[in-house]
């Protein structure tokens, strides 16, 4: 079999040559590596159930770290009260979503009370604007 003209050839037997380091200034999202930004943007979809809004909308969710090349997520979020009857399906619709966004193997939901949620703060405009804040 005849190799063509610039195709890199490996000797038989050999493996072939891993590939080289990805630059520095390439973001994890160009290399396909989910980012917090796409992870809120997977998360949109949940909502709370009571008030029918997006929990990311709402500023539910705090904070998302993206480790081990997008193969680890750990997300913290809070709930409406500390009273919230459905604070584990929430929780759990969460892990799910994101366990669906491709390349995450491993999702850790830790349930945070610090800060306080405060709807006038912490939802967007939109949410604000659902709920009646104004």
Do not use: F
């Not at 997520?73 to 892990?95: N, Y």
């Amino acid at each position: 079999m005849e190799s063509k003209k610039n195709e890199p050839t490996t000797p038989k037997g050999a493996a072939p040559s891993p590939a080289p380091p990805p630059s520095p200034g390439i973001s994890p999202a160009a290399l396909g590596h989910p980012t917090k930004e796409s992870v809120l943007e997977a998360l949109r979809p949940v909502h709370d159930p009571e008030l029918m809004i997006s929990i990311v909308d709402l500023g539910l969710v705090y904070d998302v770290d993206v480790l081990e090349e997008g193969k680890k997520l750990e997300v913290r979020m809070t709930l409406t009260s500390p009273g919230c009857p459905i604070g584990p399906e929430l929780m759990a619709a969460v892990d799910h979503t994101a366990r669906l966004i491709p390349g995450v193997e491993d999702v850790h939901v830790q349930l945070v009370w610090e800060p306080a949620w405060d709807p006038t703060k912490m939802a967007s405009e939109l949410a604000r604007e659902q709920l009646g804040i104004w």
